[in-house]
């Protein structure tokens, strides 16, 4: 019999997560409610999008107050604090990290000046020309001496908050849509003064963005779980290039660029949630499609198809039902378990305990099993996995994947592992199988997960699957995400504040063997 390896499995090991979310951002207008709680909520709803740190900036008209810190929302935030968080304009974060270390100077909502009032601001995505952001704010103010970036934030976010100042007897609206065009990348942002509510979201739209009404006001959100947690109703997403700006007088809306539609594949795949609907998509019913798709692509005898839950659920049931094996749940997931920042004890690694799923032996032992997965990056949760089915006393682990094999770095808001540690790159399917030690391996082709979609190719990123970035990148050494934490222009005046150092996100894009396979 196999026995436990003393490991925990999926992300509860510090270096073996998989690919970790954007952002969450949350904006309310209305008065007469409690806005701080309703943020606290709709971040709630969208805590999947990010889990080290938290926060609620408010306006009560005349002051914007923030309270903010690392954790969970429900860590972050209770009773008393909310309280203190009053107004009638609210905007919130959850953060998982893309550019700038995860600790608290860069925690958001991030706060600035202006020329006539404070801006506080929340970001979803990442930003590909920072450096020469950063430039910007150089030639505007110097090296910084007070805001957020003098006290720490080295994120793409306080570049944004800084160029936000603006000059002298210009709104905030008229900055902001002076400098939109300028910035290139992923981003949704969600911000507001004293007295309005902004919001704007990148002409490629890569991440999604809604709009909702609520019987006294407005709100807007990454996803539409959001909305319907805090009672709003879903009005329409807020298109690619587009502006918005909400106060008493309603929605005013402005195009600040052209569209080119571009919207990341990957929230269909993994990282939206299931309620979710992108660009018209149901995120649940293209998650069963890929399913369906990946039975067709890939039939298979076996008893049994079970989900890594949650995110292989919805295409284990499609390929369940296309298939016709039957479907049933192999794993028991404990649902108290999220990010933690207490490590487990070596007397806990060593008993083999898993913290977070366990195998169901009495669905398994001697099947022949079908394990649905979203998508492999590392490797380390698919054998993790298989391992459990193994002590299990699965006959056969055969392991689908409903996405194609990831082997590109992500620059647009999602942190995949650097393409040295993506299995995918450079080995073959029957290579990986072995490595994860399932009997065999499967993946969902590009044009079966672009079709269960139903969006046009044209339309989609599929950057982390092919290569081919919609948004142009920055040279290697004017990137990475610790770019604005590496040198101090002041220190070298040559640096330009750009060098990022030897980080594994500065690898070439494409080495030469990648090219001469793409003539």
């Not at 904006?27 to 971040?43: D, I, T």
Request: aromatic share 6%; net charge negative; with cysteine.
């Amino acid at each position: 019999m196999v026995r436990g390896d003393g490991n925990l499995s999926h992300d509860l090991l510090p270096g073996e997560k998989g690919p970790q979310d954007a952002c969450g951002v949350f904006g309310v207008w209305a008065p007469g409610e409690e806005v701080a709680k309703l943020a606290y909520y709709g971040l709630y709803a969208l805590q999947h999008r990010g889990q080290e740190s938290a926060g609620i900036a408010t306006s009560n008209g005349e002051r914007i107050s923030v309270y903010k810190d690392m954790g969970l929302v429900s860590q972050v935030f209770d009773e008393t604090t909310l309280n203190t968080l009053e107004g009638h304009i609210a905007v919130g974060h959850c953060r998982y990290s893309t550019t700038g270390s995860s600790n608290w100077a860069n925690a958001q909502p991030t706060l600035g000046a202006t020329a006539v009032g404070t801006v506080a601001l929340a970001h979803n995505g990442n930003l590909t020309n920072s450096a020469d952001l950063y430039q910007m704010v150089l030639a505007r103010h110097g090296k910084p001496r007070s805001g957020e970036m003098a006290q720490g934030n080295t994120s793409d976010t306080a570049l944004v908050t800084t160029l936000l100042a603006g000059d002298d007897g210009r709104s905030l609206e008229e900055t902001a849509l002076e400098l939109l065009p300028k910035i290139s990348g992923a981003f949704c942002f969600v911000f507001m003064d004293e007295g309005t509510l902004y919001a704007a979201r990148d002409p490629h739209g890569v991440r999604p963005l809604v709009l909702g009404r609520l019987e006294r006001g407005w709100v807007v959100a990454s996803e539409q779980a959001a909305l319907a947690t805090v009672g709003a109703s879903f009005i329409r997403e807020i298109e690619p290039g587009e502006f918005i700006a909400i106060d008493e007088d309603g929605v005013r809306t402005r195009k600040f660029a052209a569209p080119t539609k571009a919207g990341c594949v990957f929230e269909y795949v993994y990282l939206a949630r299931p309620d979710a609907a992108i660009a018209g998509r149901s995120v649940y019913e293209a998650r069963v499609e890929m399913g369906r798709q990946l039975a067709r692509e890939n039939s298979a005898e076996a008893d049994v198809v079970i989900p890594v839950p949650e995110s292989g659920t919805p295409a284990a049931v499609g390929f369940a039902e296309q298939s016709g094996i039957p479907f049933a749940h192999g794993f028991v997931k404990n649902s108290y378990v999220g990010r933690t920042f207490i490590q487990p004890s070596q007397t806990l690694r060593q008993l083999g305990i898993r913290l977070k799923l366990n195998a169901l032996e009495s669905v398994i032992r001697g099947k022949r099993i079908i394990v649905v997965d979203d998508s492999i990056v590392r490797g380390n949760t698919q054998r993790a996995v298989v391992r459990m089915l193994r002590e299990a006393g699965a006959a056969s682990v055969h392991v689908k994947i409903s996405s194609p094999p990831v082997r590109w770095p992500c620059f647009y808001g999602i942190d995949f592992a650097s393409r040295a540690e993506l299995i995918a790159n450079g080995a073959a399917v029957e290579q990986i199988s072995n490595s994860i030690g399932a009997d065999s391996l499967a993946y969902i082709s590009e044009d079966g997960m672009i079709a269960a979609t139903e969006q046009p190719r044209e339309r989609l990123c599929t950057a982390c699957f092919t290569g081919d970035y919609p948004i142009a990148l920055p040279a290697e050494e004017r990137r990475g995400k610790n770019l604005l934490e590496r040198v101090d222009p002041a220190d070298d005046p040559g640096s330009n504040g750009c060098d990022p150092g030897p980080d594994s996100e500065l690898e070439a894009v494409l080495t030469d063997e990648d090219k001469k396979e793409r003539v």
